[in-house]
C-alpha cells in the first residue's frame, strides 16, 4: 500500500521557521508530482506549493518568498522549508501525490501553529 507520512509540524513564535516533510513508502507507479495543502480550522483546504517529478516548483501566492519546496529522489521525500512564519500560517498541513486527476494519494497531516 501507498502511504505518505508527514512529520516535522510544531509550534512556532512569529518570525521562526519549520521543516515539514512527505515520505512516501510503497510503490507508486507514476512520475508523480507531490503536493502541499493547508487547512485551517473552519476553512476549506487551500494549496500551498508543489513539485513535479523534473524538479519544477509552484508557490500560491501567500507563501511565495517565504516557503521553498525540494525533493530527495533517493528518499521519496519531499521537503518544505517554511521561514517567516505567521499567525495565519497555523493550520494542518497535507502532502498530496498526484498520478492522474483520478489517481493520487493523500497523507493524515502535520499541525503547525504559529503564535
Known amino acids: 500500500d501507498v502511504q505518505l507520512v508527514e512529520s516535522g509540524g510544531g509550534s512556532v513564535q512569529a518570525g521562526g521557521s519549520l521543516r515539514l516533510s512527505c515520505a512516501a513508502s510503497?510503490?507508486?507507479?507514476?512520475?508523480?508530482?507531490t503536493s502541499w495543502y493547508r487547512q485551517a480550522p473552519g476553512k476549506e483546504r487551500e494549496f500551498v506549493s508543489d513539485i513535479n517529478s523534473v524538479g519544477s516548483t509552484r508557490y500560491a501566492d501567500f507563501v511565495k518568498g517565504r516557503f521553498t519546496i525540494s525533493q530527495d529522489y533517493a528518499k521519496n521525500t519531499v521537503y518544505l522549508q517554511m521561514n517567516s512564519l505567521k499567525p495565519e500560517d497555523t493550520a494542518m498541513y497535507y502532502c498530496?501525490?498526484?498520478?492522474?486527476?483520478?489517481?493520487?494519494?493523500w497523507g493524515k497531516g502535520t499541525q503547525v501553529t504559529v503564535s
Open positions: 510503497g510503490y507508486i507507479a507514476c512520475n508523480y508530482d
Open positions: 498530496k501525490a498526484t498520478c492522474a486527476s483520478w489517481l493520487f494519494y
